[in-house]
C-alpha cells in the first residue's frame, strides 16, 4: 500500500510539472494564435519562426494588419525548477516606435523602442544633479502623455542615469557596481509618472547613493528630510563604538552611537572621515579626500580616486598601496582598530 501511495505521489507531483512547465508557452503555431487572440491581436500573420536563438529560447515574427506593425513573440526559460517559461512581446515598444516622430519636443530624453525591456518602451536620460532631474523629468511626463493617448495604460519605462566625473571614474576602473546603486529603471502607466512618485524615487536613490558615500556634491543637496528617510530604511545601520572588551559581546555595554556614520560589514571611506573627526584625530581634507596620522604615526590617505583595475579600491600608508578589504572602499572592523585603535561595530538597537 505504502508503495503504491509512493509511485502515485511521484506521478502526480511529475503530472504538475509538465503542466507547471508548459503554461502559456507558443512552441506551435496554434500556441502563438491563441497567446496573440488573448492579448487582443486579432489580425495577425505569422512571418517568421520560431527562431531558435539558445538555451531553449525562441522567437515568432508578427505582423499586425489592422495597425500595420511588425512585431516579435518570444519564449524564454526561466532559472527555476520546473521548465518554466516566460511569453512576452514587443508590440507596444512597435506602436510607440511608429509615432515616433509625431512627439512632442523631447531634447534631453531618448525614446528607446528597441532595446525595450519585456516589450515596454523607455524614455531614458541623464541628469548631473536635482535640478538637472527635475527639468529632465518635466519633458519625460510629457512624452509618457502622448504614449498614453497612443494606448490607454501602456507600461513605459523610465530610466534616470546619474552622470557626473565621479562616475565615468568608477567605469573606468571597473567598480560599476558602486555606479548601478544609483541608477534607476522601472516600469510604469502614465498616471503612476505624473502622480510624483517615481521622480522622488529617482530622487531617494540618488541622495542615498550619496549619503551612503559621503559624496561631497551630492550631500549639499541632500535634505534633513532625505536623510530621515535614509536612516527609516532598516536595513540601514549605524555606527557603535566601544570603549572597552569586546564589541561582539552582546552584553558589552560600554559603547557609544554615532546615529549619523553608517557601519554595514565595516566603514567605507567617507564614514570613516566623519568617525576619525568624532574621535578627535587631526583630520586634513573632505569626506572623498583626505590624509590622517594613524596610531603608529604612518600617514594614510584615504580617496575615492584610488582606484584601480589591479588593486580595485586601496590606500595609502606612507605612500604604499593597500587593497582595501571591501571592494567598494570598504574597511572592516579590524583594520579600523589596528590602524586607529577604534573597535567598532553595527548598532541595531533602537
Known amino acids: 500500500m505504502k508503495i503504491k501511495l509512493l509511485i502515485l505521489g511521484i ?6 510539472l509538465c503542466f507547471v512547465g508548459c503554461q502559456g508557452r507558443v512552441d506551435t503555431k496554434s500556441e502563438l494564435n491563441q497567446y496573440l487572440h488573448s492579448n487582443g491581436y486579432k489580425s495577425c500573420s505569422i512571418e517568421e519562426g520560431p527562431v531558435e536563438t539558445g538555451h531553449g529560447d525562441f522567437y515568432w515574427n508578427v505582423y499586425d494588419k489592422t495597425n500595420e506593425i511588425h512585431f516579435t513573440v518570444y519564449q524564454e526559460l526561466t532559472e527555476d525548477l520546473y521548465g518554466s517559461v516566460e511569453v512576452f ?9 511608429k509615432h515616433i516622430d509625431d512627439f512632442p519636443d523631447h531634447e534631453g530624453i531618448e525614446i528607446d523602442t528597441e532595446s525595450s525591456w519585456r516589450g515596454y518602451p523607455i524614455l531614458r536620460f541623464e541628469y548631473t544633479n536635482v535640478e538637472d532631474l527635475e527639468k529632465k523629468y518635466e519633458v519625460v511626463e510629457e512624452c509618457a502623455e502622448y504614449i498614453d493617448k497612443i494606448k490607454k495604460d501602456m507600461k513605459i519605462v523610465v530610466r534616470g542615469i546619474y552622470s557626473s566625473p565621479r562616475v565615468d571614474f568608477f567605469k573606468e576602473v571597473a567598480l560599476e557596481r558602486v555606479v548601478d546603486e544609483v541608477q534607476y529603471g ?17 530622487k531617494q536613490r540618488y541622495f542615498n547613493w550619496g549619503y551612503h558615500y559621503h559624496f561631497p556634491e551630492i550631500e549639499a543637496e541632500i535634505s534633513q528630510y532625505d536623510i530621515d528617510r535614509f536612516w527609516g530604511n532598516t536595513y540601514n545601520h549605524p555606527l557603535a563604538i566601544y570603549r572597552s572588551g569586546d ?3 552582546k552584553n558589552n555595554m560600554d559603547f557609544e552611537v554615532y546615529r549619523d556614520i553608517l557601519c554595514s560589514s565595516g566603514v567605507n571611506i567617507g564614514n570613516l572621515y566623519f568617525l576619525l573627526k568624532g574621535e578627535g584625530f587631526e583630520v586634513v581634507g573632505e569626506s572623498d579626500d583626505f590624509t590622517v596620522t594613524n596610531i603608529n604615526g604612518q600617514t594614510c590617505h ?12 586601496y ?3 606612507d605612500e ?23 573597535s567598532i561595530n553595527e548598532y541595531y538597537g533602537e
Open 320 to 342: 604604499e598601496k593597500v587593497p582595501c578589504d571591501g571592494k567598494y572602499y570598504t574597511l572592516d572592523y579590524i583594520t579600523v582598530y589596528d590602524l586607529f585603535g577604534l
Open 11 to 16: 506521478l502526480s507531483a511529475l503530472m504538475c
Open 247 to 249: 564589541p561582539k559581546d
Open 315 to 317: 590606500y595609502l600608508i
Open 186 to 202: 522601472q516600469s510604469f502607466t502614465y498616471e503612476e509618472i505624473k502622480n510624483g512618485d517615481v521622480l522622488s524615487e529617482i
Open 302 to 313: 584615504f580617496s575615492y580616486d584610488y582606484a584601480d583595475e589591479d588593486y580595485c579600491a
Open 89 to 97: 512581446d514587443n508590440y507596444n515598444a512597435k506602436l510607440v516606435e
